[in-house]
């Protein structure tokens, strides 16, 4: 059940970890465990295939779960956004950004979402 001490503070390590890997080249070193890199990403986008959606779609539902616990939020797409739209952001950031693309694609999709859909504090 979300909303209990452990379940914020799960999701507040969660987030800290995501921050720390966006945050520049220092932390960047330290190599993060990931399934999909942004190569493998944008490989997949680009070929049209349903995983790229189905990532976006869950790296940006994952970021309003997360949100929704109480933590500080990242992201904060309009409202209508469409997986497509998502995608098309990530691509683009992943094209414009080939440097960063042998990192984790969750880190840099939830970079490239909260650029184009940055929270008004």
Do not use: W
């Amino acid at each position: 059940m979300l909303g209990t001490l452990g379940d914020t503070m799960n999701a507040r390590v969660a987030l800290f970890a995501l921050i720390l890997g966006l945050s520049g080249p220092a932390v960047a070193q330290t190599p993060l465990i990931a399934f999909e890199t942004g190569n493998d990403l944008l490989e997949k986008c680009r070929t049209q295939n349903p995983m790229c959606l189905g990532y976006v779609s869950g790296v940006i539902d994952a970021s309003q779960m997360y949100q929704s616990a109480g933590t500080n939020r990242l992201v904060c797409p309009p409202t209508g956004v469409t997986r497509t739209q998502v995608r098309d952001v990530v691509v683009r950031f992943l094209e414009e950004h080939p440097e960063s693309r042998q990192r984790a694609a969750a880190v840099i999709a939830l970079s490239a979402m909260g650029k184009a859909f940055p929270c008004v504090q």
